[in-house]
């Protein structure tokens, strides 16, 4: 290890804290972090000159690679001009242009009004800080619960944080925020007793990331539509992880032909270079803040409608069209469905795998069908492994996840698998010869 390398992490080590991180474990002598410097396309590269490929995405943000020339060339360009100005009380070409063309995607609808804030949390966070207050300026004050689906998960702040399903995450905080009732599917929405108290509800539509990939099953999201109008409750959809290509379409919800109420969007909205989101809103709720200053929605971060943000969005949505980004999407999806079966036959502990377009785990488990026990962290250990042969990704519980860059080439998915066949293949190499791991 060079000097330089192991001052950063005698640095990192002592000073910062990483999320959703077990830090004595982090800070101890043996574990190496990786230090990422730079990217190009797909691939990433370490202090020590390792390259790999970005094979979660950066955890789900990148859309067309980094370092792309385009989108810095788009960065450059508004840097020259200025970094940032405030959003309040003022306004600049790109914010203007940005909200105009993200309703360009719904032209036909009335979902055609933005407001920006800061990552997929602050999205939900607007959506359901507007579903409130838009009840109670129509008169409709008794309905401020909301309605979310078992291991769902829609971010951290405290607001977003009560609507986690995830116990693991959440629990500790449940009595502190919001009123949530959780349900597993339609049916048991539509038996909930006082739908009439429900502002919203929210779901990841086509499948739940942090829920190891779990996909909907097909037309679920249009009936989950039709009943949420039917009953005069609003439906807010996450698209923090699904929109911008990686189910196929634009947005997830554009394969059932459904338009929400509300649609957050985050991750991919700046190609993954910048935080940045947009929470979209049909202008009936729009005008339920009418009225004078009392009905304002009081809501807003420093850096709401950050231009640098703006621009990298706006450039994103540039490529989209130039590059026919989502043109090119059903070759890869073909070829990940293919590796993805090659894999589940060729190595016995893939238990199942799931795809929704270019979002794709691989869920590990005993041959009776059993998960392992959770300390062996089996889905970390074949990640670990899978890096030695140039992949990144994480996995969730013993599920790896496979959700790399639009931008990925066939080679590049195929290099992809064979790092990840291997790193199983490392992992359960004394299994298979009958010895326990530890
Ligand atoms: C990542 C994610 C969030 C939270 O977004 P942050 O930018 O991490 O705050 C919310 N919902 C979904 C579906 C996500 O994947």
Redesign the pocket.
């Known amino acids: 290890m060079n000097e330089e390398l192991a001052d950063w992490i005698v640095k990192d080590k002592a000073h910062c804290w990483h999320p959703f991180t077990a830090q004595d474990a982090w800070t101890k002598p043996e574990h190496e972090p990786v230090m990422l410097v730079s990217g190009d396309g797909v691939w990433l590269t370490d202090a020590n000159g390792n390259r790999y490929i970005d094979g979660n995405s950066s955890?789900?943000t990148n859309i067309h690679g980094h370092a792309h020339p385009q989108l810095n060339a788009a960065l450059s360009a508004q840097l020259g001009n200025v970094a940032h100005t405030s959003f309040l009380g003022y306004s600049h070409p790109l914010a203007a242009e940005l909200a105009a063309r993200l309703a360009d995607f719904f032209s036909g609808s009335t979902l055609s009004r933005t407001f920006f804030s800061d990552?997929?949390?602050?999205?939900?966070e607007c959506a359901l800080k507007m579903a409130l207050q838009y009840r109670m300026q129509t008169n409709q004050p008794e309905r401020c619960e909301f309605v979310a689906f078992i291991n769902?998960?829609?971010?951290?702040?405290m607001g977003?944080a009560s609507l986690g399903g995830v116990e693991a995450f959440f629990s500790r905080f449940r009595k502190f925020g919001m009123t949530v009732r959780f349900v597993r599917d339609i049916d048991e929405l539509r038996a909930l007793e006082h739908l009439d108290r429900v502002a919203g509800v929210v779901i990841?539509p086509l499948v739940?990331?942090?829920n190891q990939m779990l996909v909907w099953p097909q037309g679920m999201l249009s009936e989950l539509s039709e009943f949420t109008q039917e009953q005069g409750i609003h439906l807010i959809l996450?698209?923090?992880?699904?929109g911008f290509g990686r189910t196929g379409t634009m947005f997830a919800c554009q394969q059932e032909q459904v338009v929400p109420d509300f649609l957050?969007l985050?991750?991919g909205l700046t190609a993954g270079y910048l935080?940045m989101?947009a929470t979209m809103v049909r202008e009936e709720i729009y005008d339920g803040f009418s009225g004078g200053r009392e009905n304002a929605f009081y809501y807003g971060h420093s850096y709401t409608a950050n231009p640098l943000g703006c621009a990298a969005a706006i450039a994103s949505l540039d490529l989209f069209s130039s590059d026919k980004v989502l043109e090119q999407l059903p070759l890869k999806i073909e070829c990940l469905k293919q590796s993805l079966q090659q894999l589940e036959y060729s190595q016995p502990e893939v238990w199942q795998t799931r795809q929704c377009g270019m979002v794709s785990g691989i869920e590990l488990r005993q041959s009776d069908g059993s998960p392992y026990a959770k300390d062996l962290r089996i889905g970390e250990k074949v990640c670990l492994a899978a890096r030695k042969f140039g992949l990144l990704t994480r996995p969730v519980l013993d599920t790896i996840v496979f959700l790399p860059p639009l931008s990925i080439t066939i080679e590049e998915i195929e290099l992809s698998f064979a790092a990840i066949a291997q790193g199983i293949t490392q992992v359960f190499s004394d299994v298979r010869k009958n010895i326990a791991i530890e």
């Not at 996450?238 to 699904?242: A, G, P």
């Open positions: 955890i789900w990552d997929g949390s602050t999205a939900i769902c998960y829609h971010g951290d702040t977003a990841e739940q990331g942090v996450d698209e923090v992880m699904t957050c985050a991750k935080p989101a």
